[in-house]
């Protein structure tokens, strides 16, 4: 009953004047390019419903007789995690599987967190002893995980692209990287959450080493996708992120003009009228979209997520950071151009790059081969390994 009802409202709202996107299969990725190019907010939302909607397991896919908001699983959750696409080893990963239930990823290789550096207990004490942290993602606050569509992963399988080795004969032979359309990666950082706040969040219960359970919240969820013909970025946080306890807030104004119509941009409010009322998905707001590195004015385009770009969502733009994940060899071995900007300073801040690329980025080695060659904005091909013996 409740499918029905919401799906009456999908149905209602597509025949709407303000509805410039087809929303009657929401479980469906969306395929209208020239729609979809001119409203990007709405696009950013429609992708939104689509991933997040309920899975089939078995299948890896959405499960349409679900209803949206459903406390299960959703699309994304079950597309190819980087642990399982850049082996240690750089061998080939094993196909995408489809009809075979999938097992469990262990949270430790499911999830990435920083470094120990990073963690604010890295060591602990045993028999009077100060040893390593067998378990650091327990003690971390956020934990982030990447995961890629099957285009995307078919596409790095066909081509070598899961190894350092293929990716640097892309380089040599001056083949270029460019993913499929329809290709679509996402990063999601999730946080514990105290039970009493369950009902806010779309929630994920994991089991530590030590055996015990944890409840995590999905706190942010970047979304890249292809399928416009051209990289699209869209960014979502929870609500509560703006006034958490130890949160830096939003630095930069939401802009979603889907959800709020004819008031400001940053209304800070969900659709309304398209099944997400009454859900966990009504708590989630969009920062923003982007894919231009600059306005008419030439002016840098940002866009920041203050989960993901905790500490420099003033210099954030998605398009500009991944347009610089490449590789290269510098002293002879393979490289890639940094993320973060650096800074002439006794206490380093984290930088990103804005506004267009510069050529000299890239270097050359004479005026015709470059010294990094880009991969398609896709920094998940960072985390390739060399072959074993290579």
């Excluded at 830096?248 to 889907?258: I, N, V």
């Excluded at 940053?266 to 997400?276: E, N, S, W």
């Excluded at 210099?315 to 290269?328: L, P, Q």
Aim: charged letters at 20%.
């Amino acid at each position: 009953m409740r499918q029905r009802l919401v799906h009456a409202l999908i149905l209602i709202c597509a025949s709407q004047s303000s509805m410039a996107v087809d929303w009657r299969n929401p479980w469906e990725p969306p395929h209208q390019p020239p729609q979809l190019a001119a409203n990007g907010d709405e696009y950013a939302w429609r992708l939104f419903a689509a991933l997040n909607w309920p899975v089939d397991t078995r299948m890896r896919s959405a499960n349409p007789s679900a209803a949206f908001g459903a406390n299960q699983p959703v699309v994304w959750e079950t597309w190819q995690n980087p642990a399982d696409v850049f082996l240690d080893d750089g061998r080939e990963p094993s196909p995408w599987i489809s009809g075979e239930p999938q097992p469990p990823v262990a949270y430790e290789r499911r999830f990435e967190t920083g470094s120990l550096k990073d963690l604010a207990n890295p060591m602990h004490i045993v028999g009077g002893k100060m040893v390593p942290l067998l378990d650091p993602l327990a003690k971390a606050k956020r934990v982030t995980e990447i995961r890629m569509n099957k285009i995307a992963f078919d596409y790095i399988r066909a081509r070598e692209l899961y190894n350092e080795d293929g990716q640097l004969q892309a380089l040599a032979e001056g083949r270029r990287v460019s993913f499929p359309p329809g290709s679509t990666d996402i990063k999601a950082s999730w946080r514990p959450i105290p039970d009493a706040e369950r009902a806010r969040y779309h929630t994920l219960v994991v089991t530590l080493t030590d055996g015990s359970q944890r409840l995590y919240g999905l706190s942010a969820l970047h979304i890249a996708s292809k399928g416009l013909g051209h990289w699209f970025w869209a960014t979502f946080e929870h609500v509560d992120n703006q006034t958490l306890v130890d949160h830096e807030g939003w630095q930069l104004p939401s802009h979603d003009s889907f959800a709020c119509g004819h008031e400001a941009p940053d209304c800070d409010a969900a659709p309304r009228g398209i099944g997400f009322e009454s859900t966990v998905w009504n708590n989630y707001r969009l920062r923003g979209t982007l894919e231009r590195f600059v306005d008419a004015q030439n002016r840098p385009l940002l866009l920041a997520n203050s989960e993901l770009e905790a500490g420099m969502q003033t210099t954030s733009s998605c398009i500009t950071c991944h347009a610089r994940a490449s590789i290269g060899i510098v002293a002879g071995k393979p490289a890639h151009l940094p993320i973060f900007e650096s800074t002439d300073s006794a206490f380093p801040t984290r930088r990103g790059f804005i506004g267009m690329p510069h050529t000299e980025w890239f270097g050359r080695f004479d005026h015709s081969v470059p010294l990094f060659q880009q991969l398609d904005f896709v920094w998940s091909l960072s985390k390739a390994h060399a072959k074993s013996g290579s």
